[in-house]
Nanobody, 124 residues
Framework: QVQLVESGGGAVQAGGSLRLSCAAS????????MAWFRQAPGKEREFVSA????????YYADSVKGRFTVSRDSAKNTVYLQMNSLKPEDTAVYYC?????????????????WGQGTQVTVSS
């Protein structure tokens, strides 16, 4: 098991940027692929981005490709999501998740460790 805590959410105007962080506990962080999901009010949880255990492979939903960048720092047991050129439709609660699947999957049901979520609100 790995415990995850997201931070870095907030309110920003359209076109602005935010950097989300997901801090993981324990020394097994490197065993997990990591992903970001988001859920807007009244909508289902959707895949945003993922990064492999080594950090060498990254994956993005079409809706965020070219705007978001996922990375991880093994020394700090932390995964990041840099979000640029934010749009109002990016407004959602963002969740960090961990999986033992290799490569990381886009299916939320295959992630068994989740953070509490952090709110991102983008105004026009």
């Amino acid at each position: 098991q790995v415990q995850l805590v997201e931070s870095g959410g907030g309110a920003v105007q359209a076109g602005g940027s935010l950097r989300l962080s997901c801090a993981a506990s324990g020394r097994t962080f490197s065993n997990y692929g990591m992903a970001w999901f988001r859920q807007a009010p009244g909508k289902e949880r959707e895949f945003v981005s993922a990064i492999s255990r080594s950090g060498e492979s990254t994956y993005y939903a079409d809706s965020v490709k070219g705007r978001f960048t996922v990375s991880r720092d093994s020394a700090k047991n932390t995964v990041y999501l840099q979000m640029n050129s934010l749009k109002p439709e990016d407004t959602a609660v963002y969740y960090c998740a961990a999986t033992l699947w290799v490569p990381p999957t886009t299916r939320p049901d295959l992630y068994h460790n989740w953070g509490q979520g952090t709110q991102v609100t983008v105004s026009s």
